[in-house]
């Protein structure tokens, strides 16, 4: 009579695991200290700085997790800064999972135009002025307008210094100020038997260029204030840097 014990047909079980072995995150396929690129990082902090347009993170939450993404090095310190955010988790797993060979690469973005050269001066003297778009500003812009009108429109800059200082005079006139909702404003001036208004903001992102409105209106208006639902998203942070 045969004591052997009766084999399972399925074949011999895996041995179980030990208890603290470290559980695989799914989507992680490829090694999370793979180096992450500047692309990345960007990518990294839009999504940050959207969550904090939500509500999901405070001002200090956000702060500290902008810093760390863009001193991460690798995609194994970028993705917990996103792990408890849940419609945002996927987008960075993606980084690290190997595409399959026979994924299609991704459609070529379309080429944003050139950014204008612009003078550092904008008149106005009985007419009107306005700069929009996509233009190049740089550290410093004044402008004066006399029995006219002038119009800044900062929301689709390309901004090439980390701080932007606007001086503004107006006599019997106005001037008009737009910033992303993205970006600092801080500033104030001179009201002379008129208004100089400037609705200041701190960007909870530590490499947000600063735009300073300053000056003075008499007998007329300046107004300086953020434009909601447009976000500054070009900006080279190692010319912020310098």
Avoid: C
Avoid at 71 to 96: K, M, Q, Y
Avoid at 152 to 176: H, K, N, R
């Amino acid at each position: 009579m045969d004591n052997s014990p009766e084999q399972d047909p399925r074949g011999p079980l895996p041995a179980p695991l030990p208890k603290n072995a470290p559980v695989q995150a799914p989507g992680t396929d490829l090694a999370a200290e793979l180096r992450a690129s500047d692309a990345d990082r960007e990518r990294v902090a839009d999504l940050l700085r959207d969550a904090y347009a939500e509500g999901r993170l405070t001002a200090d939450e956000h702060g500290e997790r902008i810093e760390a993404a863009y001193n991460a090095r690798t995609f194994g310190e970028l993705e917990p800064l996103t792990r408890d955010l849940p419609s945002h988790p996927g987008a960075i797993r993606h980084n690290l999972t190997k595409a399959p060979l026979e994924a299609p690469a991704p459609a070529p973005q379309p080429a944003l135009p050139p950014a204008r050269a612009e003078s550092p001066t904008m008149v106005a003297v009985f007419g009107g002025a306005s700069r929009k778009g996509r233009w190049r500003v740089g550290s410093h812009l004044k402008a004066v307008a006399v029995f006219g009108g002038i119009e800044i429109d900062l929301t689709d800059a390309v901004f090439e210094s980390p701080e932007v200082v606007i001086e503004v005079v107006t006599v019997f006139g106005g001037v008009e100020v737009r910033v992303p909702e993205n970006v600092s404003l801080h500033g104030g001036g001179a009201g002379v038997f008129g208004g100089f208004e400037v609705r200041e903001q701190t960007s909870a992102d530590p490499y947000a260029p600063v735009v300073r409105v300053k000056g003075a209106a008499v007998f007329g208006g300046v107004e300086a204030k953020p434009r909601r639902g447009k976000k500054l998203k070009e900006w080279v942070r190692r010319q912020l840097d310098g």
